[in-house]
């Protein structure tokens, strides 16, 4: 099993930063990606951006392209979400989540251990 933890979230005016972190711990060495989400009320969960652990490939949803970063720290077996330029409707509660998918992982049941989720409220 992996257990996964986010921080970071918060209040943040429009046009401002917030960097999330998904500490990983457990069974790490079978993680192939990595997945932030973001749920908003009345909304389905949906993939904002992953990380692949070979060859570091990542993708990013159109609603977040040139803003959002993800990055990863494998020596901290840490995962990064940088948002730039945050929107009103980035407000969400984001969360984290593990593939251990040979392939690439884009969908929600492609992966199998989630976080508590981290609050993020973008104010106009």
């Known amino acids: 099993q992996v257990q996964l933890v986010e921080s970071g979230g918060g209040l943040v005016q429009a046009g401002g930063s917030l960097r999330l972190s998904c500490a990983a711990s457990g069974r790490t060495f079978s993680i192939y990606s990595v997945g932030w989400f973001r749920q908003a009320p009345g909304n389905e969960r949906e993939l904002v951006a992953a990380?692949?652990?070979?060859?570091?490939?990542?993708y990013y949803a159109d609603s977040v392209l040139g803003r959002f970063t993800i990055s990863r720290d494998a020596a901290k077996n840490t995962v990064y979400l940088q948002m730039n330029s945050l929107k009103p409707e980035d407000t969400a509660i984001y969360y984290c989540?593990?593939?251990?998918?040979?392939?690439?992982?884009?969908?929600?049941?492609?992966?199998?251990?989630w976080g508590q989720g981290t609050q993020v409220t973008v104010s106009s």
């Open positions: 989540a593990t593939s251990h998918r040979l392939g690439s992982a884009l969908r929600v049941g492609e992966y199998d251990n």
């Open positions: 990380i692949r652990s070979i060859g570091e490939s990542t």
